[in-house]
């Protein structure tokens, strides 16, 4: 699960496989699979990071 922020300052945990796209826009826009769009106070690049960081951990853990 990813971390991520509402702008509202709430916490939200998002499985990443639901992910369809991420845009900076300016604000960071995630809309996921069944179109639903979330706001979040990280950037783009943040959310791109989180994303490589479990896809790397699930690999790992996959491998053992």
């Known amino acids: ?4 922020t509402y702008l509202s300052g709430a916490t939200v945990y998002l499985n990443p ?4 796209t991420v845009e ?3 604000d960071t826009v ?7 769009k979330l706001l ?6 943040e ?3 989180l994303f490589m960081d479990y896809q790397r951990l699930i ?3 996959t491998a053992l």
């Open 1 to 4: 699960m990813l971390t991520l």
């Open 17 to 20: 496989d639901v992910i369809k």
């Open 24 to 26: 900076a826009t300016p």
């Open 30 to 36: 995630i809309t996921l699979q069944t179109g639903e």
């Open 40 to 45: 979040v106070s990280e950037t783009a690049r």
């Open 47 to 49: 959310v791109r990071e």
């Open 59 to 61: 690999r790992q853990q």
